[in-house]
């Protein structure tokens, strides 16, 4: 059901919001940009995750951890200007889930870093499971938020609302099945992009009906 946003003149909300427009952006571009840069690393075999290791892996600890800090903004800036409270809750959980996994280092699997032998890891370290555990409750609160927040936004934005939260779901259910298709690890990075732009795309829209009121 639409609703009317509240105004968001102040300059903190405005602030808030803007934080959401940049979430993506930080987190796509640092991933990229290391993905082809780092020796070992292959967009088809690799998520972002396993960049936290090796000599710089502390430049995609950080991307998670102020991915994470701007998403929680974002959360807030959205509780300002939409009337429901579980929408920015749940932004709120995939967040924190982004700051644990910057927190709870992801293996070194299939190649990367150079020197790691192919294939998964033969165990799983305590962070390990950490990572992926808190990247599935994150995962799955992001879902549930895209059909949370759209549901007070226009029909329209509601339809891609849901839609982006099904298409994440799907590419994170493609490697939550454990599968190794270059076809599926692609279709995951192509799922946190689709995600992101949701929550650029939506943050500028309330930010903009803001402005114009």
């Not at 640092?30 to 936290?52: E, I, K, M, Y």
């Amino acid at each position: 059901m639409t609703t009317t946003t509240l105004p968001t003149s102040t300059f903190a909300t405005r602030r808030l919001l803007t934080c959401g427009i940049l979430a993506g952006p930080v987190f796509v571009v640092t991933g990229v940009l290391q993905g082809l840069t780092r020796a070992g690393f292959d967009f088809t075999r690799h998520p972002a995750s396993v960049l936290s290791n090796g000599s710089l892996g502390f430049i995609q600890i950080a991307n998670f951890l102020v991915t994470g800090l701007l998403t929680i903004a974002a959360a807030a800036g959205i509780r300002r200007v939409l009337p429901g409270r579980w929408g920015p809750r749940l932004l709120t959980v995939y967040g924190v889930g982004l700051l644990c996994a910057g927190v709870f280092r992801a293996d070194p699997q299939d190649g990367f870093p150079a020197g790691t032998p192919a294939g998964p890891p033969s165990t799983v370290s305590w962070h390990g499971v950490l990572h992926f555990a808190a990247g599935g409750v994150g995962f799955l609160a992001l879902v549930a938020a895209c059909f949370a927040i759209g549901s007070h936004l226009t029909p329209a934005r509601a339809w891609y609302s849901r839609l982006s939260g099904l298409l994440f779901l799907a590419g994170f259910a493609g490697v939550a099945s454990g599968s190794t298709s270059p076809v599926v690890t692609l279709g995951f990075w192509a799922a946190v992009v689709i995600a992101f732009a949701w929550l650029a795309t939506t943050s500028t829209h309330l930010l903009s009906r803001g402005e114009s009121r």
